[in-house]
């Protein structure tokens, strides 16, 4: 059994597969597999990953029947990961040579079920990091207070894979912004974090990417309220409603924020009347104003 399993789903990315291969294959730490997700793409991305199976056995592709997007791509991988850990990374992406050594050894010494770490975030004109108020490796208790405060993304976050597993938590298939539902259903239950200060992930922002396009600022706005709705019912069921409310209404309006919303006033009224319509929220405008 491989102590880290990485899940690399894979669609249309011939211009940075072999970069983000390269930083995988060349890590200093040598003990880990490569779920490689084959989501039906068109170009030539699964040839140049199939060098990469040819030559090291720790890489392997397991191909899905039809193109189902990011989420299922990262449900295959958990579905298949047979590692201690299990870090999830972008083909678009590249990561630092002590990525794995570092992430391993913070587990190892701190016997916690996620290790988080700081990036580089890669703009066409400027490069920064994810967080500047980071200066030292340090653990972090989560509340509900406090969760919003850290970018959901799923990249820059590794799991103890026993503990993602007995959780049952997926990400949701068809939605935008998939990762913010899956962040806060996790770290609802996962409330110790160990930080690592130095930034050990390269995530391209790239022109047209779901984070900085304008198109389908509807479609961005459905699942917003989608997830909204998913997290109350997540949270209704496990009897965690009470303390978690706050968190379901402050992420959806700091979500909001991130939308390139041009005249789209009217849809977020009809949508916001859907969701009060559909959750429960007591004293809802008043939580909203505070």
């Known amino acids: 059994m491989p102590k880290i399993s990485v ?3 894979i669609y249309n990315v011939e211009k940075y ?7 995988i294959f060349f890590q200093t730490f040598k003990d880990f597999e490569v779920i490689c997700i084959d989501d039906c793409g068109t170009d030539n991305s699964i040839k140049i990953t199939q060098e990469f199976v040819k030559k090291d056995s720790r890489f392997k592709i397991i191909k899905h029947e039809k193109n189902l997007g990011l989420s299922a791509a ?10 201690e850990y299990i870090i999830f990374i972008d083909s678009d992406d590249w990561i630092e040579a002590n990525l794995f050594e570092k992430v391993y050894t913070a ?3 701190n016997q916690i079920d996620s290790v988080w770490f700081n990036a580089f975030i890669h703009k066409v004109d400027s490069t920064y990091f994810l967080t500047d108020e980071l200066k030292e490796d340090r653990i972090i208790h989560l509340n509900s207070d406090n969760i919003t405060n850290f970018s959901s993304y799923t990249w820059n976050k590794a799991f103890k894979l026993s503990a993602l597993k007995n959780l049952n938590i997926k ?10 539902e899956f962040y806060f259903k996790i770290f609802s239950n996962i409330s110790e974090i160990y930080l690592i200060a130095q930034p050990l992930y390269h995530y391209q922002l790239r022109e047209n990417s ?11 706005l459905e699942d917003l309220f989608q997830i909204t ?3 109350y019912k997540y949270f209704l069921s496990n009897g965690t409603f009470t ?8 992420s959806f309006a700091e979500n909001i924020i991130t939308i390139k919303i041009n005249n789209q006033k009217k849809t977020v009224i009809n949508l916001a009347k859907k969701v009060l319509n559909e959750i429960d929220f007591p004293n809802s405008y008043e939580d909203l104003k505070s």
């Open 243 to 250: 303390q978690n409310k706050k968190l379901i209404l402050k």
């Open 7 to 9: 899940v690399l789903p």
């Open 171 to 180: 990400f949701p298939q068809g939605l935008y912004f998939e990762d913010a």
């Open 210 to 220: 779901i984070v900085t396009s304008r198109d389908n600022v509807e479609k961005k």
């Open 74 to 83: 990262r449900n295959t991988g958990i579905d298949n990961a047979t590692g």
């Open 229 to 231: 709705v998913n997290l």
């Open 17 to 23: 597969i072999k970069k983000c291969m390269e930083s």
């Open 107 to 109: 587990f190892k010494q």
